[in-house]
């Protein structure tokens, strides 16, 4: 591993060890800081560690309710292709003999790659597992010192003193939940998608299921097959119509619940359901950030933050890996990474703190010109290649395509732009997700390409192998 020995090494806390989490450490340690990474459960892999557990709430409001960290379903798979989805330099190949070998493969696929990134990399020995981080604020005799306290799953707590502090601590686990008028007193059963995992509870029933994106499409298929009707609510319908399914129908919002187990959708039809399955999406959370005065999440957004990263105020002593969502995540996750890493030993330099808040204010208002709801600030994908964004204008590019904002971040560390064959793959795998149908997972015609990023692989191997 090549390590840049600089003469600003930090000593560096990072919360949370998923996908974001390990590369961040990588990236760290690469630049030459100290690093110590805090992880609440026992193992790295974060959202893909899946779990039979749920909450005992099953919509998970409740405050002090124990967390299950994560949201993974049993019949999860990748929405897209393994080889755009991996970090740049260690690809998310097929593993010989063993495994998912599936172009869109299973979650436990995901873990094992992350596993093993995190074994080639020799993460685990930065990491203080089973460690759950409580508060995070900056010393009061040193506004540029961070006071990190966190406390064991045995009890034992501690503090210690840290020069900047990395949050990955995911977004995926603090439910977000749709406004029903009425539901208050609708008798049914009610759960969040964060504790869904397999359609048994639902056998015979009649099913609501609120949200057709990602896990909305996944997991109204998954219940259809079990269920005796599913009814999908979807924003992005006027009227009704069946889906792939004879027991699907797909219709649009819901205009109330009421007493007696009826809900009634905005175009006046009304279906009596004994479960809705709430896949709305989740929030961004940070409760170990008490009483701060340098980030606030309002509607959704993480702000003010420069690029989605850093807090004006606070930079680069707090940062934030990983909080636009949608698009190349693990590449977004590295490629941030860098960025924080070459921050924090100098060899890469903010602007003041003025300049950085003024250009976070004119990006939001640049969104609020356009329309564009709080809750979308960090929603980072090209509307080029993305239909779901329909109503966006091409010229809104500027404020959120992915690979403008990875290819400025890369300008900023002078590290490698995203790479064409990554950007054409992702671009053909959103399109699939909206336009493929049911099976886009297991059909492609694409082997020529897939070829040429293969032969891609092999070239960095080979370097890599040359430089090792
Ligand atoms: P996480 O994986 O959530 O990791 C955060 C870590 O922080 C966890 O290990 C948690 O235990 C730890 N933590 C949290 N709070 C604390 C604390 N206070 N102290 C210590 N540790 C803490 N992306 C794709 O690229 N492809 C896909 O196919 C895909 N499918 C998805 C399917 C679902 C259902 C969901 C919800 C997301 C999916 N994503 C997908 C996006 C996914 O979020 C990212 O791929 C990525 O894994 C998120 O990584 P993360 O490190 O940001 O967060």
């Known amino acids: ?141 040193n506004n540029r010192n961070w006071s990190v306290q966190f406390k064991s799953s045995s009890g034992v707590s501690g503090e210690e003193i840290f020069d900047a502090v990395v949050v990955c601590n995911g977004h995926f686990t603090e439910p977000r939940l749709a406004h029903i008028p009425g539901i208050e007193s609708w008798p049914g059963k009610q759960i969040h998608s964060h504790n869904y995992r397999i359609p048994d509870l639902f056998k015979d029933q009649v099913v609501i299921v609120i949200g057709s994106q990602a896990s909305g499409n996944d997991i109204s298929k998954d219940i259809a097959t079990i269920a005796k009707e599913v009814h999908i609510s979807s924003k992005a319908v006027a009227s009704d119509s069946y889906g792939c399914y004879d027991n699907l129908r797909i219709h649009p919002t819901i205009y109330r619940a009421r007493e007696d187990g009826s809900v009634v959708f905005r175009n006046g039809k009304v279906v009596f359901a004994d479960a809705i399955v709430h896949c709305t999406g989740y929030k961004y959370h940070f409760p170990f950030l008490k009483n701060n005065g340098y980030v606030t999440v309002e509607d959704n957004r993480v702000g003010p933050l420069y690029k989605h990263v850093f807090p004006p105020a606070f930079a680069p002593g707090i940062s934030f890996i990983g909080l636009p969502f949608m698009g190349l995540q693990f590449f977004m996750f590295e490629i941030q990474s860098k960025w924080v890493a070459s921050v924090l030993s100098g060899r890469v330099k903010l602007p003041t703190e003025d300049k950085m808040m003024e250009e976070a204010i004119a990006f939001y208002t640049k969104l609020e010109d356009l329309g564009i709801p709080k809750r979308y600030t960090h929603f980072l994908t090209d509307p080029r290649g993305n239909p779901m964004l329909g109503t966006f204008k091409p010229e809104d590019a500027v404020v959120i395509s992915q690979s403008d904002y990875f290819n400025w971040i890369a300008k900023q560390c002078r590290c490698t732009y995203i790479e064409r064959w990554r950007e054409r793959l992702y671009n053909v795998a959103i399109k699939k997700i909206f336009f493929g149908g049911d099976s886009y997972r297991d059909q492609w015609d694409d082997d020529q390409f897939i070829e040429e990023v293969y032969g891609e692989f092999a070239k960095l191997k080979s370097n890599q192998d040359c430089s090792s």
């Not at 060890?17 to 450490?25: D, E, F, Q, R």
């Not at 696929?109 to 080639?120: C, G, I, R, T």
């Open 1 to 141: 591993m090549t390590s840049l020995i600089t003469s600003r090494a930090r000593h560096v806390a990072v919360i949370g060890l998923g996908a974001a989490g390990l590369v961040a450490v990588r990236e760290l340690r690469r630049e030459g800081h100290t690093v110590i990474g805090f992880e609440r459960e026992k193992h790295v892999g974060g959202l893909w560690v899946y779990t039979d557990r749920v909450e005992p709430d099953s919509l998970s409001v409740d405050p002090d309710r124990t967390i299950v960290h994560s949201s993974v379903y049993q019949s999860l798979r990748t929405n897209l292709p393994r080889e755009c989805m991996g970090y740049s330099d260690f690809p998310f190949v097929t593993r010989s003999g063993e495994g998912d070998p599936r172009r869109y493969p299973d979650h436990r696929e995901v873990l094992m790659y992350l596993q093993d990134f995190a074994k080639e990399f020799k993460i685990e020995e930065m990491i203080r597992f089973d460690t759950e981080v409580l508060c995070v604020e900056p010393t009061p005799e």
